[in-house]
Protein backbone atom coordinates (compact mmCIF):
# COMPACT_ATOMS: atom_id res chain seq x y z
CA UNK A 1 0.00 0.00 0.00
CA UNK A 2 1.42 3.77 -0.82
CA UNK A 3 2.08 5.99 1.45
CA UNK A 4 0.31 9.44 0.28
CA UNK A 5 2.55 12.44 0.73
CA UNK A 6 1.44 16.07 0.54
CA UNK A 7 4.04 19.38 -0.38
CA UNK A 8 4.07 22.51 1.61
CA UNK A 9 6.95 24.47 -0.31
CA UNK A 10 7.03 28.19 -1.13
CA UNK A 11 10.64 27.29 -2.77
CA UNK A 12 9.50 26.53 -6.37
CA UNK A 13 13.23 24.70 -6.83
CA UNK A 14 12.55 22.90 -3.80
CA UNK A 15 9.22 21.94 -4.60
CA UNK A 16 9.91 20.59 -7.51
CA UNK A 17 12.72 18.68 -6.04
CA UNK A 18 10.68 16.96 -3.38
CA UNK A 19 7.80 15.98 -5.76
CA UNK A 20 9.86 14.27 -8.14
CA UNK A 21 11.67 12.72 -5.16
CA UNK A 22 8.26 11.24 -4.13
CA UNK A 23 7.34 10.45 -7.96
CA UNK A 24 10.24 8.27 -8.13
CA UNK A 25 9.68 6.43 -4.70
CA UNK A 26 7.52 3.20 -5.95
CA UNK A 27 6.04 2.94 -2.50
CA UNK A 28 4.70 6.43 -1.95
CA UNK A 29 2.37 8.84 -4.36
CA UNK A 30 2.22 12.32 -4.53
CA UNK A 31 -1.35 13.76 -3.83
CA UNK A 32 -1.18 17.31 -3.70
CA UNK A 33 1.19 20.25 -3.36
CA UNK A 34 1.03 24.09 -1.84
CA UNK A 35 3.32 26.87 -2.95
CA UNK A 36 1.80 29.24 -0.06
CA UNK A 37 0.05 28.74 3.24
CA UNK A 38 -2.97 29.94 1.70
CA UNK A 39 -2.96 27.27 -0.70
CA UNK A 40 -2.05 24.69 1.99
CA UNK A 41 -4.65 25.41 3.84
CA UNK A 42 -6.95 24.77 1.29
CA UNK A 43 -5.28 21.54 0.19
CA UNK A 44 -6.13 20.69 3.82
CA UNK A 45 -9.54 21.13 3.65
CA UNK A 46 -10.09 19.45 0.21
CA UNK A 47 -8.24 16.48 0.54
CA UNK A 48 -6.17 13.59 3.22
CA UNK A 49 -2.37 12.60 2.92
CA UNK A 50 -1.11 10.32 5.22
CA UNK A 51 1.97 12.58 5.41
CA UNK A 52 2.10 16.31 5.45
CA UNK A 53 5.78 18.23 4.22
CA UNK A 54 5.31 21.51 5.59
CA UNK A 55 8.31 23.93 5.01
CA UNK A 56 8.16 26.63 8.06
CA UNK A 57 9.57 29.61 6.55
CA UNK A 58 6.17 30.00 4.17
CA UNK A 59 5.62 34.26 3.02
CA UNK A 60 1.96 34.03 4.30
CA UNK A 61 1.20 31.83 7.16
CA UNK A 62 3.52 30.35 9.73
CA UNK A 63 4.13 26.83 9.08
CA UNK A 64 3.94 25.98 12.75
CA UNK A 65 -0.10 27.22 12.28
CA UNK A 66 -0.39 24.88 9.01
CA UNK A 67 0.98 21.55 11.51
CA UNK A 68 -1.80 22.78 13.93
CA UNK A 69 -4.42 22.69 10.95
CA UNK A 70 -3.11 18.99 9.51
CA UNK A 71 -3.29 17.75 12.88
CA UNK A 72 -6.55 18.91 14.26
CA UNK A 73 -8.17 17.87 10.50
CA UNK A 74 -6.51 15.07 10.16
CA UNK A 75 -5.56 13.34 13.64
CA UNK A 76 -4.44 10.30 11.75
CA UNK A 77 -1.79 12.14 9.45
CA UNK A 78 1.90 13.09 10.22
CA UNK A 79 3.05 16.39 9.82
CA UNK A 80 6.91 16.40 9.34
CA UNK A 81 8.70 19.32 9.58
CA UNK A 82 11.29 20.16 6.05
CA UNK A 83 13.30 23.82 6.94
CA UNK A 84 16.46 25.86 6.74
CA UNK A 85 15.36 26.79 10.52
CA UNK A 86 17.54 24.63 13.49
CA UNK A 87 17.04 26.76 16.29
CA UNK A 88 14.94 26.04 19.89
CA UNK A 89 12.52 28.21 19.14
CA UNK A 90 11.24 26.56 15.55
CA UNK A 91 11.96 23.06 17.02
CA UNK A 92 9.95 23.41 20.08
CA UNK A 93 6.86 25.15 18.55
CA UNK A 94 7.11 22.88 15.52
CA UNK A 95 7.23 19.71 18.09
CA UNK A 96 4.13 21.54 20.64
CA UNK A 97 1.81 22.35 17.28
CA UNK A 98 2.04 18.36 16.62
CA UNK A 99 4.82 17.47 14.33
CA UNK A 100 6.32 13.90 14.38
CA UNK A 101 9.08 14.59 12.72
CA UNK A 102 11.59 17.09 11.71
CA UNK A 103 13.76 17.22 8.52
CA UNK A 104 16.56 19.74 7.67
CA UNK A 105 16.51 20.60 3.94
CA UNK A 106 20.18 19.84 3.43
CA UNK A 107 19.23 16.22 4.43
CA UNK A 108 19.65 14.25 1.07
CA UNK A 109 16.68 12.75 -1.13
CA UNK A 110 17.28 9.07 0.24
CA UNK A 111 17.49 10.35 3.91
CA UNK A 112 14.20 12.29 3.12
CA UNK A 113 12.17 9.06 1.80
CA UNK A 114 14.01 6.81 4.48
CA UNK A 115 12.70 9.48 7.21
CA UNK A 116 8.78 9.05 5.72
CA UNK A 117 9.13 5.25 5.49
CA UNK A 118 10.57 4.98 9.34
CA UNK A 119 7.71 7.22 9.78
CA UNK A 120 4.94 5.36 8.50
CA UNK A 121 6.98 2.27 10.20
CA UNK A 122 5.76 4.26 13.88
CA UNK A 123 8.95 6.25 14.74
CA UNK A 124 9.65 9.72 14.10
CA UNK A 125 12.60 11.21 11.24
CA UNK A 126 14.45 13.91 13.43
CA UNK A 127 17.70 14.97 11.56
CA UNK A 128 20.35 14.26 13.99
CA UNK A 129 21.30 17.87 14.54
CA UNK A 130 17.81 18.51 15.75
CA UNK A 131 18.26 15.54 17.97
CA UNK A 132 21.31 16.43 19.34
CA UNK A 133 19.92 20.64 20.10
CA UNK A 134 16.50 19.39 22.05
CA UNK A 135 18.93 16.74 24.05
CA UNK A 136 21.21 19.98 24.99
CA UNK A 137 18.63 21.94 25.79
CA UNK A 138 17.09 19.59 28.12
CA UNK A 139 20.67 18.73 29.55
CA UNK A 140 20.88 22.79 30.38
CA UNK A 141 17.84 22.66 32.74
CA UNK A 142 18.56 23.20 35.88
CA UNK A 143 18.88 19.25 38.09
CA UNK A 144 15.64 18.44 38.68
CA UNK A 145 13.77 21.81 37.64
CA UNK A 146 11.43 19.49 36.12
CA UNK A 147 11.59 16.42 37.85
CA UNK A 148 7.92 16.42 38.79
CA UNK A 149 7.26 12.72 38.51
CA UNK A 150 8.71 9.57 39.46
CA UNK A 151 11.28 8.18 37.18
CA UNK A 152 9.40 5.76 35.28
CA UNK A 153 12.26 3.14 35.08
CA UNK A 154 12.52 3.13 39.22
CA UNK A 155 8.65 1.93 38.48
CA UNK A 156 9.48 -0.44 35.66
CA UNK A 157 7.16 1.62 33.57
CA UNK A 158 10.27 1.59 31.27
CA UNK A 159 12.28 -1.58 30.18
CA UNK A 160 16.39 -1.99 30.42
CA UNK A 161 15.72 -2.20 26.91
CA UNK A 162 13.79 0.53 26.42
CA UNK A 163 16.07 2.58 28.35
CA UNK A 164 18.54 1.81 25.74
CA UNK A 165 16.97 2.35 22.81
CA UNK A 166 15.77 5.67 24.38
CA UNK A 167 19.87 6.80 24.52
CA UNK A 168 19.97 6.20 20.94
CA UNK A 169 17.21 7.29 19.68
CA UNK A 170 18.57 10.46 21.78
CA UNK A 171 21.93 10.47 19.70
CA UNK A 172 20.14 11.01 16.01
CA UNK A 173 20.49 7.66 14.87
CA UNK A 174 17.91 6.01 12.42
CA UNK A 175 16.32 2.54 12.77
CA UNK A 176 18.33 0.90 10.48
CA UNK A 177 21.43 2.24 12.46
CA UNK A 178 19.74 1.49 15.83
CA UNK A 179 19.32 -1.95 15.05
CA UNK A 180 22.74 -2.76 13.70
CA UNK A 181 24.01 -1.10 17.04
CA UNK A 182 21.51 -3.50 18.93
CA UNK A 183 21.89 -6.48 17.12
CA UNK A 184 18.39 -6.37 15.89
CA UNK A 185 16.03 -5.45 12.89
CA UNK A 186 14.56 -1.81 11.90
CA UNK A 187 10.91 -3.22 12.70
CA UNK A 188 11.78 -4.70 16.15
CA UNK A 189 13.42 -1.16 16.67
CA UNK A 190 10.12 0.37 15.45
CA UNK A 191 7.92 -1.74 18.03
CA UNK A 192 10.45 -0.66 21.11
CA UNK A 193 10.09 2.61 20.12
CA UNK A 194 6.47 2.69 19.40
CA UNK A 195 6.43 1.41 23.03
CA UNK A 196 8.64 3.83 24.13
CA UNK A 197 6.22 6.56 22.54
CA UNK A 198 3.14 4.95 24.65
CA UNK A 199 4.54 4.82 28.02
CA UNK A 200 5.60 8.44 27.96
CA UNK A 201 2.27 9.84 26.17
CA UNK A 202 4.55 11.42 23.48
CA UNK A 203 3.86 10.98 19.94
CA UNK A 204 7.54 12.53 18.45
CA UNK A 205 11.15 11.94 18.82
CA UNK A 206 11.55 15.20 20.09
CA UNK A 207 9.29 14.90 22.71
CA UNK A 208 10.41 11.32 23.53
CA UNK A 209 13.82 12.98 24.03
CA UNK A 210 12.54 15.73 25.90
CA UNK A 211 10.34 13.61 28.45
CA UNK A 212 13.14 11.38 28.86
CA UNK A 213 15.49 14.42 29.87
CA UNK A 214 13.21 15.71 32.07
CA UNK A 215 12.46 12.54 33.98
CA UNK A 216 16.21 11.84 34.39
CA UNK A 217 16.49 8.95 31.90
CA UNK A 218 19.22 10.66 29.59
Known amino acids: MQ???????????????????????PDMRLVGTAANGRDGLAMLERSRADVY????????INGVDLIRQAVRRHPDCDAVVISVFGDDAHILSSIEAGATGYLLKDSTP????????????????????????????????????????????????LTDREVEMLRTLAKGL?????????????????RHVKNIYKKLAVHSRGEAVYEATALGLL
Request: charged fraction near 25%; glycine fraction near 8%; aromatic fraction near 4%.
Open 3 to 25: TTIAIIEDNRDFLRRYAAMVDAA
Open 53 to 60: LIDLGLPD
Open 110 to 157: ADMLDGIRTLRDGGAPVSPVIARKILQRMQGRAPGASRTRTDPQAQGL
Open 174 to 190: TFIEIGELHEISPHTVA
